[in-house]
């Protein structure tokens, strides 16, 4: 394909190589930067040709989604145990969500279950395949899993700086308050790996205390 009679011979334009520019763009600029003109300036593309891959622009924020998901799945196979084959699952979503904070927007506007979040369902099923659980049961305590982990990644992508992590509870509180005292540094913070591996633990102790007896 020649460009404007110039001679130069623009790439071949994939979907992989839109989605890949509009999510480093998302990632970097937020998720209000990505255009189509954006886009194509970033590939070296002319706008009107990322439409022969992407119908419109909710097509490309579902595969913007879509794609960012298979960042969660786990190469097979699964650790052993339900609980943790979810800690890894959880570990891996928790990390993929604050890498591209802007994938909560993207799900809750714009829904579409596309390939690699029907892989995660299936590893979230395999996980607990083990259990002696109801189906719609099994749904419940995944969905638990997932609100706790999407909820604290939404406060860790929320903090402005780095710096705002330190000193959220201040010293005189402390000292004011007896039962703050003996409160651990990191949960002092809003966000910290430290609390979402503690949180995550209190999560899987409620589920396994919900587990008939033989399925635990």
Do not use: C
Request: proline share 7%; glycine share 6%; net charge negative.
């Amino acid at each position: 394909m020649q460009d404007g009679g110039k001679g130069r011979r623009r790439p071949a334009l994939t979907p992989e190589a839109i989605l890949a520019a509009a999510i480093r763009i998302a990632d970097e600029d937020g998720l209000e930067a990505v255009s189509i003109r954006r886009i194509a300036s970033e590939i070296d593309a002319r706008p009107m040709s990322l439409y022969d891959h992407f119908a419109n622009k909710e097509a490309l924020l579902a595969g913007m989604a879509d794609e960012v998901v298979g960042e969660v799945l786990i190469d097979p196979p699964l650790p052993d145990g339900w609980r943790e084959a979810l800690a890894a699952i959880s570990r891996q979503l928790y990390a993929m969500l604050v890498r591209h904070p802007w994938l909560v927007f993207v799900t809750s506007k714009h829904p579409r279950f596309g390939t690699n979040s029907e892989k995660q369902a299936a590893q979230f099923a395999t996980a607990m395949s083990g259990l002696s659980l109801e189906s719609a049961e099994m749904w419940v305590l995944v969905g638990t899993v997932n609100d706790y982990v999407l909820g604290h990644s939404l406060r860790a992508v929320t903090i402005p700086k780095p710096e705002a992590l330190e000193d959220v509870i201040s010293e005189p509180a402390i000292e004011a308050i007896p039962e703050l005292q003996s409160l651990p540094g990191y949960l002092r913070t809003r966000a910290s790996i430290e609390r979402f591996e503690a949180g995550l633990d209190a999560v899987l102790d409620g589920i396994e205390r919900q587990l008939p007896p033989t399925s635990s």
